[in-house]
C-alpha cells in the first residue's frame, strides 16, 4: 500500500511520461516532414518507450490498491528551428524528468515506501542512459555544424533504432 500523497505523485508522473510521448511524438512528425526518416524513426522509438514508461506507472500504481487518476496532456511544442535544437529540447525535457524522478525518491525514503523506493530505481538507472544517449547525438549535431552531409549520415545512423519491448515488468 502506498499513501495518497505517493499516489497523487506517481499519477502526475504517470502523465509526465504521457506527456514525454506526445512531445517525441511531435518531434518524429516534425522530422518526417522535413524529410528526415531516421530522425523520426529515432523519435517514434523514443514515444514508444515513453507510452511503456507510462504503463509502468499505471500498473504500479493499480497493484498497490491506488487509484489511477488520468490527466490532461499538454499540448507539446511543434515548431523547431533544427535538429540541433530539438535534440537539446529533448535533453532539457529528460533533464526535467530526471529532477521528478529524484523528488519521488525524495518522497518515498521520507514515507520509509521502500517498495516504491525499489520501484523507482529502474527510472533513476533508466534515465541516465537517456540523458548519455541524448548528449551524445547533440555531440554529433555539433561536429557536423548541424547541417548538410553530417545531418545526412547521422539520420542514417538514427534509422537504425529499434523499439525492444522493454525489460522489466511493466
Ligand atoms: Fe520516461
Ligand atoms: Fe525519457
Redesign the pocket.
Known amino acids: 500500500m502506498i499513501s495518497t500523497k505517493m499516489a497523487k505523485a506517481l499519477n502526475e508522473q504517470l502523465n509526465k ?1 504521457f506527456y ?1 510521448a506526445y512531445l517525441y511524438l511531435g518531434m518524429s512528425a516534425w522530422s518526417e516532414l522535413k524529410g528526415l526518416k531516421g530522425f523520426a524513426n529515432w523519435f517514434y522509438v523514443q514515444h514508444q518507450e ?1 507510452t511503456i ?1 507510462a504503463m509502468k506507472f499505471y500498473n504500479y500504481i493499480l497493484d498497490q490498491g491506488a487509484d489511477v487518476n488520468l490527466l490532461s496532456i499538454d499540448k507539446p511544442e511543434a515548431n523547431f528551428k533544427s535538429t540541433l535544437e530539438i535534440f537539446k529540447k529533448t535533453l532539457e525535457h529528460e533533464q526535467f ?1 530526471t529532477k521528478s524522478i529524484y523528488g519521488l525518491v525524495d518522497l518515498a525514503l521520507e514515507e520509509k515506501d521502500h517498495a516504491t523506493n525499489a520501484f523507482l530505481q529502474w527510472f533513476v538507472n533508466e534515465q541516465v542512459e537517456e540523458e548519455s544517449s541524448v548528449s551524445e547525438i547533440i555531440d554529433k549535431l555539433k561536429l557536423v555544424d548541424d547541417k548538410g552531409n553530417g545531418i545526412f549520415m547521422i539520420d542514417k545512423e538514427l534509422s537504425g533504432r529499434t523499439f525492444t519491448p522493454n525489460t522489466g515488468t511493466i
Open positions: 511520461e514525454s515513453e514508461h524528468i
